[in-house]
Every structure is written in C-alpha cells, then in structure tokens.
C-alpha cells in the first residue's frame, strides 16, 4: 500500500478539523442550551421591570413553574441541524489559517497571540454565515412564552422550522442576517480573546506541566476542560455589555416599534434610558453558558483530533 502524498494528508486534515468541529460543537451546545435560554430572557428584560429579581436562578425558577422545563430547550431543533456546519466552519477556519500564517511565517509567528487572535476572527466569520440566522430563529423562540399566543398582531412561533418559515415570509432573507454586523464585533472580540487565552495557556502548560508524555505533545483532558472554562469565563464578562446590545437587536420583530436601528444607536438608547447596569445583564448566565460550552467544546474537538488524527 502506498503512502498518502502531502496533498491528500492536507485533505485529510481539513477534513478532520470540519469533522470533530462540528461533533463537539454539537455535544456542548445541546447540553448548554437551558443555559442559554435563560442568558436571552435576563437579556432582552430592560432595567426596572424586575420580572426575574433574582437573575439566573429566579429565571430558572420562573420558567420551569409557569411554563415548563421544555420551555428551557426552545429553539433546540434548529440548534441541533445548524450548529454541526457552523462549528465546523469555524474549526476549519481556525487551524487553517493559523497553518497558513505558520507555513508562510515561521512557528513563532504561527503560535503568537495575534495570530491566534486574527484567526480566532475568521473563524468567528465563517461559522456566522450560519450561526446569526440560527441565532434569530433560536432566540426568536427563546423570549416567547405563551402569552404571546393571544397577541393579536403577531404570529406565534410553533417550533423552529415554523419560525424559519414566518421569519422568511415577514422579513425575507433579510432577516435571517439582522445583527450581523453586532455579532461579528461581538464575538470577534469573544473568539479572539478565547483562543489568544487558550493557546497561549496550552503553551505553558506544554512546558511546565508533565502530562506524563514523552513528546509532550498531548494536553490531558482535565487541563483541556479547566484551560477552556478560564478562557471561555474571561472572554464571555468582557463582551458581556455588546451581547446585550446584539440581542436586543435580533430579537426585534417586524411590525414592532423600532426600539434600536443599529449597534451604536442600541448603545446609546440602552445607555440613556436604563444607565449602565443594563449591559452586565445576564452576565452570569452568558458565563454560566459559554465557559463551560466553550470547555466542552474545545476539550472534545482536542480529544477527537488526537484520537482521529492517528488514522490520517
């Protein structure tokens, strides 16, 4: 049998980081989505309406009494069929520039942190091709609750694909993409701080930690799961105030009153009418939701591609 020319390693390569991309991305964001549900409800709720006085856990509460514990997996569906090309768009993305810049550059260029934070932001681009309209339709969801079945100037979402469909027909294509913009500039920043943090940490650990590997090539998982949460903790307080900001966006519906017209306008008005505690609204759930999302994810793609990256 013959060995695999370089082309068809790099194929294989590719193929792997779309691969086990998608896998973990899908495990973390099935298990985290309650999380997340509850991060969009404290988000959208303006300073002064108190509806949750207790922050995540009142949220928690509140939904599981009065409208049930399937409530906290709105929007899940189509989580669950555009989070597979979104990760793996985004992992893809990710080490194939950060092997670009290594191959054209050198390996110190290739594992500084500005690489990995430049790289970070493609990566955030390509999978937001799929993750922003999933974003509207989940989110869409996520802040409905029944009492919007009685509301006579709207249509009540009955699941995700339903959603698509009215979203579609209301706004066109168009509004599958509102925030867009928002959401580059948020998690842009978000990504390329998670990976500069990350990579940089990863590289200490290679070279103080023993993780009883002759070649120390290979980061154990615990250390994978704590570098992740610490990563993902830091990045997600730090964008914490441009989240609100995008969400209160995407949630907008058609036909309801223009509250904010853009990024900097949502900033403004948010700024003006409720002061500045309206932006660390839902930062704990944000953490509670991407840290250990971002944990899982990570750890998993890490211990799928040293596990499948023995066969290429």
Same mark, same amino acid.
């Given at each position: 049998?013959?060995?695999?020319?370089?082309?068809?390693?790099?194929?294989?390569?590719?193929?792997?980081?779309?691969?086990?991309?998608?896998?973990s991305g899908l495990l973390?964001?099935?298990?985290?989505?309650?999380?997340?549900?509850?991060?969009?409800?404290?988000?959208?709720?303006?300073?002064?309406?108190?509806?949750?006085?207790?922050?995540?856990?009142?949220?928690?509460?509140?939904?599981?009494?009065?409208?049930?514990?399937?409530?906290?997996?709105?929007?899940?569906?189509?989580?669950?069929?555009?989070?597979?090309?979104?990760?793996?768009?985004?992992?893809?993305?990710?080490?194939?520039?950060?092997?670009?810049?290594?191959?054209?550059?050198?390996?110190?260029?290739?594992?500084?942190?500005?690489?990995?934070?430049?790289?970070?932001?493609?990566?955030?681009?390509?999978?937001?091709?799929?993750?922003?309209?999933?974003?509207?339709?989940?989110?869409?969801?996520?802040?409905?609750?029944?009492?919007?079945?009685?509301?006579?100037?709207?249509?009540? !979402?009955? #699941?995700?694909?339903?959603?698509? =469909?009215? @979203?579609? &027909? $209301? *706004? +066109?294509?168009?509004? %599958?993409?509102? /925030?867009?913009?928002?959401?580059?500039?948020?998690?842009?920043?978000?990504?390329?701080?998670?990976?500069?943090?990350?990579?940089?940490?990863?590289?200490?650990?290679?070279?103080?930690?023993?993780?009883?590997?002759?070649?120390?090539?290979?980061?154990?998982?615990?250390?994978?799961?704590?570098?992740?949460?610490?990563?993902?903790?830091?990045?997600?307080?730090?964008?914490?105030?441009?989240?609100?900001?995008?969400?209160?966006?995407?949630?907008?519906?058609?036909g309801d009153e223009r509250? !904010?017209? #853009?990024?900097?306008?949502?900033? =403004?008005? @948010?700024? &003006? $009418? *409720? +002061?500045?505690?309206? %932006?660390?609204? /839902?930062?704990?759930?944000?953490?509670?939701?991407?840290?250990?999302?971002?944990?899982l994810t990570i750890a998993?793609?890490?211990?799928?591609?040293?596990?499948?990256?023995?066969?290429?």
């Open positions: 049998m013959s060995a695999s020319s370089p082309t068809d390693k790099r194929s294989n390569e590719k193929l792997l980081h779309l691969l086990t991309g998608a896998t973390a964001d099935s298990i985290m989505h309650p999380i997340d549900t509850i991060r969009v409800r404290l988000q959208v709720e303006k300073v002064g309406q108190n509806k949750y006085k207790g922050g995540t856990f009142s949220v928690f509460r509140s939904i599981v009494k009065n409208e049930g514990v399937s409530y906290l997996y709105k929007g899940l569906p189509i989580v669950a069929v555009a989070t597979v090309p979104a990760h793996g768009l985004y992992f893809f993305g990710y080490e194939y520039f950060k092997g670009k810049i290594q191959q054209h550059y050198g390996d110190s260029a290739g594992q500084s942190s500005m690489t990995h934070f430049v790289a970070g932001n493609i990566a955030n681009l390509m999978g937001s091709i799929v993750w922003v309209p999933m974003d509207i339709i989940k989110q869409r969801l996520q802040v409905q609750s029944d009492t919007a079945k009685s509301h006579p100037n709207q249509t009540f !979402y009955r #699941g995700s694909f339903h959603a698509a =469909k009215v @979203i579609f &027909k $209301e *706004e +066109g294509v168009r509004g %599958f993409f509102r /925030g867009f913009l928002p959401t580059l500039y948020i998690y842009g920043p978000y990504v390329g701080i998670y990976f500069s943090f990350y990579e940089k940490a990863k590289q200490i650990g290679k070279r103080y930690i023993d993780f009883n590997n002759d070649d120390n090539k290979y980061i154990s998982l615990a250390f994978q799961l704590t570098n992740g949460f610490m990563a993902g903790s830091l990045a997600a307080a730090i964008t914490c105030p441009l989240d609100v900001v995008k969400t209160r966006i995407q949630v907008q519906r058609l509250l !904010y017209t #853009g990024m900097l306008d949502g900033f =403004k008005t @948010i700024l &003006k $009418e *409720e +002061g500045l505690s309206a %932006f660390v609204k /839902g930062m704990g759930a944000r953490v509670l939701w991407l840290a250990p999302g971002s944990a998993a793609y890490e211990q799928l591609k040293s596990f499948f990256g023995k066969f290429i």
